[in-house]
């Protein structure tokens, strides 16, 4: 299986657009949430040792650790959700304990898509009012970005929760969802 993670953008996109099960819109998600975490990042690259900002400096370093670990995981999460949707279609027509077995894991990789985008966006609001003042439409670009994220993530857990016979799981990943949902505001 191809790592899109250590491949051209271009292959991927070309991918994408073909006629193959996957990459689909799980690893779109993830790859929009990496876009998002690399504007932020670029942000505090570019504040970072400016006389200007020196007394946000030690902030903004800490928020460009986090929003680089960010997209790194988005990053291998494009993978993952290719990795998980090829698992979940294989075993559509086998034993239904694999399938369901199968279908929670692929429900984990998108629900952490939106996790890791409500964390990312969380540094938009410190970055706008602090980072450099010349890149704060890359902060909204990636604040829009990261809200995409996750919406896209979360069409993407609540389908394959259609599917999951575990009513327990099923109620918990609502909540955590909502949750998730509530803190992105």
Same mark, same amino acid.
């Given at each position: 299986?191809?790592?899109?993670?250590? *491949?051209?953008?271009?292959?991927?996109? &070309?991918?994408?657009? $073909?006629?193959?099960?996957?990459?689909?819109?799980?690893?779109? $998600?993830? #790859?929009?949430?990496?876009?998002?975490?690399?504007?932020?990042?670029?942000? +505090?690259?570019?504040?970072?040792?400016?006389?200007?900002?020196?007394?946000?400096? /030690?902030?903004?370093?800490?928020? #460009?650790?986090?929003?680089?670990?960010?997209?790194?995981?988005?990053?291998?999460?494009?993978?993952? &959700?290719?990795?998980?949707?090829? %698992?979940?279609? /294989?075993?559509?027509?086998?034993?239904?304990?694999?399938? =369901? %077995? *199968?279908?929670?894991?692929?429900?984990? @990789?998108? #629900?952490?898509? +939106? $996790?890791?985008? @409500?964390?990312?966006?969380?540094? +938009?609001?410190?970055? $706008?009012?602090? /980072?450099?003042?010349?890149?704060?439409?890359? @902060?909204?670009?990636?604040?829009?970005?990261?809200?995409? +994220?996750?919406?896209?993530? =979360?069409?993407?857990?609540?389908?394959?929760?259609?599917?999951? %016979? &575990?009513?327990?799981?099923?109620?918990?990943?609502? =909540?955590?969802?909502?949750?998730? %949902?509530?803190?992105?505001?």
């Amino acid at each position: 299986m191809i790592k899109y993670s250590s *491949n051209s953008i271009k292959n991927y996109l &070309d991918d994408l657009a $073909a006629k193959k099960p996957a990459p689909g819109g799980g690893s779109a $998600a993830a #790859l929009t949430g990496a876009l998002g975490a690399a504007l932020l990042s670029m942000v +505090c690259n570019y504040t970072i040792g400016k006389d200007k900002y020196k007394g946000v400096e /030690a902030e903004i370093k800490n928020i #460009l650790e986090g929003s680089e670990r960010i997209r790194k995981r988005f990053l291998v999460l494009v993978d993952l &959700d290719v990795e998980a949707y090829y %698992k979940v279609s /294989a075993s559509r027509k086998a034993a239904e304990k694999i399938y =369901q %077995k *199968n279908l929670l894991g692929a429900s984990g @990789v998108p #629900l952490e898509m +939106c $996790a890791l985008a @409500v964390k990312a966006r969380g540094f +938009c609001p410190v970055l $706008a009012s602090k /980072a450099n003042k010349y890149l704060i439409s890359d @902060v909204y670009v990636a604040e829009e970005l990261l809200k995409s +994220c996750f919406k896209s993530a =979360q069409l993407n857990v609540k389908i394959n929760l259609a599917f999951i %016979k &575990d009513e327990n799981f099923v109620l918990k990943i609502k =909540q955590t969802l909502k949750k998730l %949902k509530e803190e992105l505001k």
